[in-house]
């Protein structure tokens, strides 16, 4: 006998469809069988009813049907097996229950259907299987002492893999006690903050524009922040130097939110100025395992690592959930900043720390990360040609690398309505008005790609698109209002505002 979603028989399945719903009936379907496996009630490898007996049951077209699968399986719900039909796949049906909860809150909240704040990367991606391997491994080979109170700066065999791996991707020059091992770039710089702010480093330069946590660290330990331009070249060392600052925030890998890469002339400028100033350096390398185009670019702290602290983290290459970070720390800061983590929380996680340390030891990291370059690239180029042909005036500016780009915006937009508006296209996007500090913003949107497929990011591009008419429309019908002539002069089509 033929498998049943062949026959028209095929599991039964409560999906409800509204006829006064919001929303077409494809979309409805789709929502419906997407909360259907958030929550838990489709899990991994369900199967799903064939197309037909489904669209019989609900009393739609078979095509509804047969697009819905097609969209929930481009974004990795559900995958369709030759001759046994579609499944919930392997990824589409893990999230546990609370986090269901957290996305159905996110969403209610943003009625966004397509997310591409920045932040997280594709956590369908975190290799489950090898970590727990490792994590067995691990568990079986560890003695009953490790699970004691470890070395507060992080184990050793970490710190030992973790400085071998650095010197070998990233340039990075450094011995395992350079290392401090943090729950994150977000602790480490946390950190190195409150330990210079101690050795009396009262003034603190960041970039602008630049992560916007780092203003909040900053002013939360009362250090006064000074905003530093950044150009093709990054930061602008110049203007850095007129400051009284005596150390500096940078992200000279794929400066965030820009995502240019730091000139080799700006980056021997600036450890020349950190030896000037009898300074310091902060170098996030927060998402530089991934870059697209060329050869990596090292690390600034291997030009001055007695300058240069760099910290990193696995947030983007595994999960952030990890909480696992590293800070390679200048020899004559690191015993100030081992006392600050041991006063802040006696250590990181002890097994998480030695599944890490098997993992890159048996190269199963490397795999990991080679394999997401491609899963990201394939988005990002997707992102850039479907931004090209839907918004050909728009700028997407910054290297392949990472996981986002700036969409800049030309100046006449308004920031804050065409964030609005791509709202209301179904699609969130993050204004960057927020990360200039006192300096007077440009417009423009940080898009992040990594957690969207490629067919949904060409919808993306559409949406926005759509958004930048909208918002010519809204402002054509203010202009006459006005009695101003902007409507007649300008042509009543989606690149005016790109
Ligand atoms: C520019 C930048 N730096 C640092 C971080 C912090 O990451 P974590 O604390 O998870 O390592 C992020 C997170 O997205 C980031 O975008």
Not at 143 to 159: C, T
């Amino acid at each position: 006998m033929k498998p049943s979603s062949e026959d028209g028989t095929g599991p039964d399945l409560l999906l409800l469809l509204a006829p006064t719903g919001r929303g077409t009936l494809r979309r409805q379907l789709r929502e419906s069988i997407r909360d259907a496996i958030r929550g838990g009630r489709l899990p991994s490898g369900s199967r799903l009813p064939s197309s037909r007996a489904l669209a019989a049951d609900l009393g739609v077209s078979r095509g509804v049907v047969v697009d819905a699968y097609a969209q929930l399986s481009a974004e990795g719900f559900l995958s369709g097996r030759k001759g046994s039909g579609t499944v919930v796949a392997e990824t589409g049906g893990y999230l546990p229950k609370h986090a269901s909860d957290v996305l159905a809150t996110v969403e209610r909240h943003r009625t966004s259907e397509i997310d591409l704040r920045p932040g997280p990367p594709d956590l369908r991606t975190f290799p489950r299987t090898a970590w727990a391997k490792v994590t067995r491994d691990v568990l079986r080979s560890i003695a009953d002492a490790d699970l004691g109170y470890a070395s507060p700066w992080g184990v050793e065999i970490l710190r030992e893999q973790l400085s071998a791996y650095l010197a070998r991707v990233r340039g990075v020059m450094s011995e395992p006690a350079d290392l401090v091992i943090v729950t994150g770039a977000t602790q480490g710089m946390t950190l190195l903050v409150r330990t210079l702010y101690a050795a009396g480093v009262g003034d603190i330069a960041v970039e602008a524009p630049s992560n916007p946590v780092q203003r909040q660290v900053l002013t939360r330990y009362g250090v006064r922040i000074w905003d530093v331009p950044v150009d093709r070249e990054g930061l602008d060392v110049d203007v850095l130097a007129d400051t009284p600052a005596r150390a500096v925030i940078v992200t000279p890998g794929h400066q965030y939110p820009c995502g240019m890469v730091m000139s080799p002339a700006r980056r021997s400028a600036l450890t020349r100025w950190a030896d000037r100033v009898d300074g310091w350096v902060i170098e996030d390398d927060y998402d530089t395992v991934f870059r697209y185009d060329k050869m990596q670019v090292g690390a600034v702290q291997a030009l001055s690592p007695a300058r240069v602290a760099l910290v990193g983290s696995v947030s983007k290459s595994l999960a952030p959930g990890l909480r696992l970070g590293w800070v390679v720390c200048p020899p004559n800061l690191v015993s100030d900043l081992r006392m600050a983590k041991r006063d802040d929380d006696f250590g990181s996680a002890v097994l998480e720390q030695h599944a890490l340390a098997r993992l890159i030891d048996t190269g199963e990291y490397d795999r990991h990360v080679r394999r997401l370059r491609k899963h990201y690239r394939k988005r990002r180029d997707t992102l850039v040609t479907a931004l090209e042909r839907e918004v050909p005036d728009a700028v997407a500016e910054g290297y392949a690398a990472g996981l986002h780009l700036l969409l800049r915006l030309p100046a006449e937009v308004i920031e804050e309505q065409y964030v609005a508006a791509a709202e209301t296209q179904g699609v969130a996007v993050l204004g960057t008005a927020a990360m200039y500090g006192t300096l007077p913003p440009r417009p423009g949107i940080v898009i992040g790609y990594g957690r969207t497929s490629p067919t949904m990011l060409e919808e993306a591009a559409r949406r926005l698109a759509a958004a930048a008419a909208a918002m010519g429309q809204e402002q054509r019908a203010r202009s006459v209002r006005d009695g101003q002539a902007i409507a007649r002069r300008r042509p009543s089509t989606a690149v005016d505002y790109f």
